[in-house]
């Protein structure tokens, strides 16, 4: 009939009377009429000073009302006012039509390490760690997790365990100015480090905060071999592009991303070397012949190897990286070779507990963006005698060298059976009115086999100053819980069991 029924509803009266048109813009039928009196007349003029029918319903709530309401107000039929062009959709379309095929296991792209198959033969409960899928632990005959992760702490410490290390970044970095590259790169000296050897490496942005680590084992006076992260693989590799092409273009350097070309294979405790010795071909691996923090290249069961004797647990420790097609068969081959030993497979879980006891850092669990090399620890590492590195200006601020900055330590509680939560403040007194300044927070927190008790490490401030201090941990409920700061190595400070 071309009739309307009014702009309805609406709300107030006469001029403050408000009848919305388009309700995902906003636009009311007032606006509508403003659009006339501003002198547009045609529908696609006013569509768009008013921008109704603009929205993701592309009009399909609110074309027909905003026509009626610019018809009256032109005194005309609304077929002579017309339509705005419709664009598709012309019907609705479901959320599930545009997700299609990413739902589920499909939602994110998935990265599978090459010990994944035998891990899911194996019963591993699995955990998302960036796009990687990783065992998280391997429960044995009903375990839950806690169990699990006990048991496997304890193999690891007694016999030996095996871990799928390959999620770590790896790049190459080659050419004849790669030592010059990663001494402005990284904030320790590399010139001088030795073939064969490896060597605990940092990472700072230009402001002085950790941005990554790893370690790096020289290949070749030409070569090395860079790990990094499992989630800063990309970021690394990246940052490194961008200042050898704006920043060092003089560097004759070659930067090539080998996560994907070496699988990894983490070999650790104290019998660890006797399962790996009569697998390698022809190669002394005792401890004179390869002790920590070295490497060498040869093959295992006829696999090309690049073996570096390392370690996140504090045990004897051998990273095996193998052509990842070909880690699947050199993994079956140490697992039948480790079973008379008592070897067990563990998984993330376990890996972090062992490492904590250690006092091992993790970048982006200790650190948040805004920790220096000295916050956590790693102040030694900052090379004293080199003319320049990414960050070098930043870390002689005395803000970033002020005592009272956040500072890695340990903490134990009164009960031993309590285990701290990840991300508590800690106070210094149990009864803290509201607000209150944190004297730091718990950045991770574990119970301990190795030591029977649970243990934790916080970031407080000035904390290297305050050991055996006592602190608290405001609870949700329930009363605070006492905690007194230690150092954050636990389990054999003196490092023998490493270079057993």
């Known amino acids: ?31 509508v009429k403003l659009a006339v009196r501003e002198g547009f007349q045609s529908i696609e003029h006013i569509k768009r000073y008013t921008t109704t029918g603009m929205a993701t ?23 002579q006012v017309g339509l705005t062009t419709f664009r598709p959709p012309y019907t609705p379309v479901t959320f599930g039509a545009f997700a299609s095929h990413a739902r589920g296991d499909q939602f994110d792209p998935l990265r599978l390490a090459p010990a994944d198959e035998w891990a899911r033969a194996q019963g591993a409960v699995f955990e998302d760690v960036g796009l990687w899928r990783r065992a998280r632990y391997f429960p044995r005959g009903g375990e839950d997790m806690h169990a699990a992760v006990a048991r496997e702490c304890s193999v690891v410490r007694h016999a030996a365990g095996i871990f799928d290390a390959s999620t770590l970044g790896k790049i190459e970095v080659v ?12 904030i320790n000296a590399w010139t001088k480090l030795g073939v064969g050897k490896c060597r605990y490496g940092l990472v700072c942005r230009d402001n002085g905060f950790v941005y990554d680590d790893g370690v790096v084992g020289r290949i070749a006076a030409d070569r090395f071999h860079v790990t990094t992260t499992t989630g800063g693989a990309a970021g690394v590799l990246n940052m490194m592009e961008d200042y050898l092409q704006t920043e060092w273009a003089d560097l004759d350097v070659w930067l090539t991303s080998i996560t994907e070309q070496w699988g990894v294979i983490a070999l650790q405790g ?16 005792s401890a004179e012949a390869l002790p920590h923090m070295a490497l060498a290249e040869g093959t295992i069961c006829g696999v090309p190897m690049r073996l570096f004797r390392v370690s996140f647990t504090g045990e004897v420790g051998f990273e095996i990286n193998v052509p990842s097609g070909q880690m699947r068969a050199v993994w079956e081959r140490i697992w039948q070779a480790g079973k008379p030993h008592g070897l067990t497979p563990y998984g993330t879980e376990a890996m972090h507990v062992l490492r904590a006891e250690k006092g091992y850092l993790i970048v982006g669990q200790e650190t948040d963006g805004t920790m220096t090399p000295g916050d956590v620890g790693c102040g030694w590492a900052v090379s004293k005698a080199k003319a320049d590195f990414i960050g070098k200006r930043a870390l002689t601020l005395a803000a970033l060298n002020a005592p009272d900055r956040p500072q890695m330590v340990g903490l134990l509680t009164d009960d031993p059976q309590t285990v701290l939560e990840e991300g508590m403040q800690l106070v210094r007194a149990p009864e803290s009115p509201a607000p209150v300044s944190a004297d730091g927070h718990v950045t991770s927190s574990y119970y301990s086999p190795a030591l029977g008790r649970s243990i934790a490490i916080a970031m407080v401030r000035g904390g290297r100053d305050r050991m055996g201090e006592t602190l608290y941990a405001p609870a949700l409920t329930g009363a605070a819980i006492k905690v007194t700061i ?9 490092g023998v069991r490493v270079n057993g």
């Open 175 to 186: 050419g004849p100015d790669a030592a010059e590259f990663m001494n402005r790169f990284y």
């Open 1 to 31: 009939t071309g009739g309307f029924a009014g702009a309805l509803p609406r709300r107030g009266a006469g001029s403050l009377a408000l009848a919305f048109v388009d309700f995902q813009n906003d636009v009311t039928a007032k606006d």
């Open 270 to 285: 104290p019998k660890a070397r006797d399962i790996l010795a009569p697998l390698v071909d022809g190669m002394d691996i």
């Open 57 to 79: 319903d592309q009009g399909k709530s609110s074309n027909v009302n905003a026509l009626g309401i610019a018809a009256q107000a032109l005194a005309r039929a609304p077929q």
């Open 486 to 494: 230690v150092n954050p190595v636990f389990y054999d400070p003196e």
